[in-house]
């Protein structure tokens, strides 16, 4: 990391404090600069590294905030695997001669979920109520919960379902009746 | 002096624990200091090169426990090179040559290897505990040593170690004889244990108390080990993912609501946060909370969490929680003591969300707080005025913002009159963490005001050396003192350099002192190691006393120089 010690430049002045604030630019002529922390605050560095290479905010100073590297590296892993890894589930429907996969964090709910199973499909998910279930089609979704239990999908909300749905088929209406009671 | 016999003395000395007590005991005369070190168990060793294995073996014969700490705080901060040192292997092999009995261990930032806990589980009958805190160095095959060893183990506690994980089978290593565990700890483990072994040495463990289990426990275990362990005082949960509606949730209930004497939660690794009402039954007991490692629980659901547990003494909990979640703790956590508010998302500065409001709730509302860190998006100064008058009992404040440069954001100013006033109000204040914007005047009033502070944290801050100075003039109990981007130099690095002999350490990077400068206080002070940590190798090549030195680390010995400074560490 290299800092700036040289602050007087006339280009480019270094003030810190909110950018409306005028009254004085505190003399800061010992300190070493910070690279560009926080756009918010208003704090421009004199920066002698290509402009091109540094991300224009966040860059990060070596060993700050002051949290343990254990705790950092945890944060990141949390913030990578939930990131990147995927949520893929089998999908099977009745009479498809294969089953496809689909990974369920990329959909924000069970509409944008539904509508790619019919694009997939081909088929019609129909309308859901609570005391029905799906009526008006032929085909129903279910899922496979954690319990191994087969559940109509639909009844619990989103981040509850997708944390315990294991594997996706598309049944038949008539096999789909009696399903969307717990235990 | 001498009117009782040896025996009378050292059983009143056995009512005498604290560590600086028995030191002091030890220097009224020398039959006081002859009784007290061979009655002496228990030694704390707060830098690990500050004194030599055979010296403490030659003086404590009877030492049973001993405690060690190695690298520098700021090594938590990777301003320190991985392999600089504290290493523990010498230490377990000096004392499994010699006839001292130890049976606990606690190591804090040491590099303990394989060998070294192949070595201790060998060596000492009556091993009962390791405690490593920070450490490195060690895998999964150097617990295996220590489990199927040693077979009287009673405490194995890894407390955000890095270690290399080889998804062995180390907990089927305690071999069925072992029943003695009190306490168990794998917290920071990344990889899987087995989980059957897990359940057969808990149930095989009657007098376990504390439990923290790893990411890699699911919630169907933790059940069972909950049924097998009622009486734990202490739980970790690992992994706490499930559907609500399940039958596995239904059994968790039960087996928690079984747990009558928890009083320590912690963990929640991973979290599903609708399924928290399992909890709640545990909640009203609860003193300590640590939610710090998790991320998924905030909102609404964190909160209600929260004012289930009235009896809370210390919390530990993510910046997520919000200013408005810190004033449901302060409603609600009448007891609390100790906060630790830990921010989710480091690098994004702008995103924190605990700014001076959340402080400034939980100071009115708790006024037994007396131990704070807390990372937080601003501080304003009259919002630590206002804390130093609610809360005059503070031991440790450490306050972080996020930008350490960051003035009050109302009046522009240096937070130099808010941490004025802390340092005032707190009479007790013993440790103490800077950031924000701060001049020299705020090290005035540290100087001034901060009679008992013994460890101080300063980062990005002052004018010139003055600030250095004040401190160091006017905190005679100063110990610890560490201190990173700021404007000191020679001059205050020189002025009064008997003082470091006083001190513990002295840590300085990124500063203006020079190579010179460090080698004065090296002749000057023979009984101090002066480090230079240079990595750049640019002490190779230009040995000018006139450089600028970038990271510069002294502490008191009573052992001159270490001899195993890696190629990057001149000891001057």
Not at chain 1, 86 to 112: N, Q, W
Not at chain 2, 109 to 119: F, P
Not at chain 2, 186 to 193: K, M, P, Q
Not at chain 2, 363 to 379: D, E, I, R, T
Request: glycine fraction near 6%.
């Amino acid at each position: 990391m290299v800092f700036e010690k040289d602050l007087n430049l006339d280009a480019t002045e270094l003030r810190l404090g909110l950018p409306a604030s005028s009254k004085e630019s505190l003399r800061i002529s010992n300190k070493r600069a910070l690279p560009d922390m926080n756009d918010d605050s208003g704090v421009a560095a004199a920066k002698k590294c290509d402009q091109e290479t540094a991300p224009p905010t966040k860059a990060q100073v070596v060993g700050w905030p002051p949290i343990r590297s254990y705790r950092k590296n945890s944060l990141q892993t949390k913030k990578t695997e939930a990131e990147t890894s995927g949520m893929y589930v089998k999908v099977s429907m009745d009479g498809a001669p294969y089953l496809r996969k689909i990974d369920l964090k990329v959909y924000k709910g069970y509409p944008e979920l539904f509508k790619a199973l019919e694009d997939m499909f081909k088929f019609k998910v129909g309308k859901y109520s609570e005391r029905e279930g799906y009526n008006g089609s032929e085909f129903v979704p279910t899922y496979e919960d954690k319990d191994g239990d087969w559940m109509l999908a639909g009844d619990v909300p989103w981040e509850m379902f997708i944390n315990a749905c294991k594997r996706l088929r598309i049944v038949r209406g008539s096999e789909a009746r009696g399903l969307g009671c717990v235990v | 002096m001498n009117y009782f016999p040896d025996e009378v003395l050292e059983h009143v000395f056995d009512f005498i624990t604290s560590h600086k007590d028995r030191n002091s005991v030890s220097l009224v005369c020398k039959s006081w200091y002859k009784i007290e070190r061979y009655s002496r168990q228990r030694v704390f060793i707060g830098n690990c090169y500050s004194i030599s294995p055979e010296r403490l073996i030659a003086r404590f014969p009877g030492l049973k426990s001993l405690t060690l700490k190695g690298k520098p705080h700021f090594a938590d901060f990777n301003l320190v090179p991985h392999d600089w040192g504290g290493f523990v292997y010498p230490w377990i092999e000096a004392l499994a040559k010699s006839r001292i009995g130890l049976e606990e261990l606690r190591l804090k930032r040491m590099v303990v290897s394989d060998e070294s806990l192949e070595l201790l589980s060998k060596s000492f009958v009556n091993f009962k505990s390791l405690v490593l805190v920070s450490c490195e160095g060690f895998t999964t095959d150097g617990l295996a040593a220590i489990a199927a060893n040693c077979r009287f183990l009673r405490e194995l506690d890894l407390q955000e170690n890095e270690v290399d994980d080889h998804r062995g089978h180390w907990l089927s290593c305690f071999p069925e004889s072992c029943t003695s565990l009190i306490s168990l700890n794998f917290a920071c483990l990344r990889g899987e244990v087995n989980l059957g072994a897990l359940e057969r040495l808990v149930s095989r463990s009657p007098n376990l108390k504390s439990l923290r289990l790893n990411r890699a426990v699911p919630l169907d275990t933790l059940q069972k080990l909950l049924m097998r362990a009622p009486q734990l005082v202490d739980l970790g949960i690992g992994s706490y993912v499930h559907d609500p509606f399940s039958e596995a949730y239904n059994k968790l209930k039960i087996a928690i609501q079984r747990c009558k004497s928890i009083r320590s939660l912690s963990g929640f690794l991973e979290v599903a946060p609708h399924c928290m009402s399992a909890i709640y039954p545990i909640c009203g007991n609860l003193t300590f909370l640590n939610l710090s490692y998790a991320p998924g629980l905030h909102g609404n659901k964190l909160m209600k969490l929260i004012q289930h547990c009235r009896k809370l003494q210390r919390l530990w909990i993510l910046d997520c929680i919000g200013d408005k979640g810190l004033g449901v703790v302060a409603l609600t956590c009448k007891e609390l003591q100790e906060l630790r508010v830990f921010p989710s998302d480091p690098f994004e500065a702008g995103n924190a969300a605990v700014t001076e409001e959340g402080l400034v709730l939980v100071s009115a509302g708790c006024p037994k707080l007396n131990s704070l860190l807390y990372f937080c998006q601003q501080m304003t100064n009259a919002a630590l005025i206002t804390v130093a008058k609610n809360c005059p009992n503070f031991i440790r404040f450490r306050l972080c913002i996020l930008d350490p440069i960051k003035p009050d954001p109302v009046t522009n100013q240096p937070l130099d009159e808010g941490f004025g006033a802390i340092v005032q109000s707190c009479k007790g204040l013993k440790r103490l963490s800077l950031s924000g914007l701060l001049t020299d005047q705020v090290f005035l009033y540290i100087g001034m005001y901060a009679e008992q502070l013994e460890m101080l944290s300063i980062a990005f801050a002052a004018d010139s050396d003055k600030g250095m100075l004040y401190v160091l003039n006017g905190c005679k109990k100063l110990r610890k003192l560490e201190i990173r981007d700021c404007p000191f130099g020679d001059a205050a690095l020189l002025e009064d350099v008997g003082k470091y002999e006083t001190m513990r350490s002295l840590w300085m990077s990124s500063c203006e002192v020079t190579l010179g400068g460090c080698k004065s206080v090296a002749e000057k002070m023979p009984s101090l190691n002066v480090e230079i940590i240079d990595e750049s190798e640019q002490m190779e090549f230009n040995l000018d006393d006139k450089q600028k030195v970038d990271k510069m680390y002294l502490y008191r010995t009573l052992v001159g120089h270490r001899k195993d400074a890696p190629e990057y560490v001149w000891i001057l």
